[in-house]
């Protein structure tokens, strides 16, 4: 079993057999998730459209909640920064800060980090068998204004770290597909799926421009894989 819920910009809940995992909630709905299965909050970085204080609401509605975060949110937010937001010591001593390039057993199960090409981490997740990707903010961050250099060294920080992939199968990933790009919106999503061994890939990061699904349609590069991407109605809470 699973089932991929959107909730908003990079946030998604994924729920499987015997857990959820949830991904970088920023805004959005929650679905209800199932008590009697242990749930794993993710985020990736500390900005604040891929983390929310509020995911420790859940404390309250869910009997086993396990907190998977970036180190650079530990560094932003001290301990009593947390507490300060209602959330004691004891909660924060539990959290799973992690780093890149990095693997960690959490419960039941294996989460390894890549680094960002902006900020904080990317998430590779094997759980029941399957390897779950969230990129975070790891992307081809290539921009007009930027210098021809610059942007030559975002694309081969991003690569090195896509190739770290290489012979991974990824059953779900979820990708940076950012309009603000223009151009070269697709660059980094199209990278990736040419480069590694994806079956599904969820489009995110869109902020709420639902037009990048038939731009990546329309693109003649995107012909090999169009048919492992998930489809704009797939997308219910916006």
């Known amino acids: 079993m699973q ?28 679905p209800v998730f199932p008590a009697e299965k242990p749930l794993y909050v993710f985020a990736s970085h500390a900005h604040r459209d891929h983390f929310n204080f509020a995911v420790f609401d859940l404390l309250r509605q869910h009997p086993n909640v396990t907190y998977i975060l970036s180190k650079d949110i530990r560094r932003k937010w001290s301990a009593s920064a947390f507490e300060k937001r209602g959330i004691g010591r004891d909660v924060f001593d539990r959290i799973v800060f992690v780093k890149a390039h990095e693997t960690y057993d959490v419960g039941g199960i294996r989460v390894t980090t890549l680094d960002s090409t902006d900020e904080g981490v990317a998430f590779l997740v094997h759980a029941e068998g399957k390897n779950i990707f969230h990129a975070g903010d ?38 940076v597909l950012d309009p603000r790009q223009e151009g070269d919106f697709a660059r980094g999503f199209d990278y990736f799926m040419r480069h590694t061994d994806t079956r599904c890939a969820y489009p995110m990061h869109f902020w709420h421009d639902h037009s990048v699904f038939a731009r990546l349609q329309a693109l003649p590069e995107s012909e090999p894989y169009r048919c492992k991407v998930a489809a704009e109605e797939e997308y219910q809470n916006e």
Do not use: K, Q
């Open 138 to 175: 790891l992307h081809d961050w290539v921009w007009d204004e930027e210098s021809e250099e610059d942007n030559r060294r975002m694309t081969a920080r991003y690569r090195e770290e896509v190739e770290r992939l290489s012979g991974i199968p990824i059953d779900i990933a979820f990708l």
């Open 3 to 30: 089932r991929v819920s959107y909730i908003g910009h990079s946030g998604f809940s994924l729920e499987l057999s015997g857990a959820v995992l949830l991904f970088d909630y920023f805004e959005g709905t929650m």
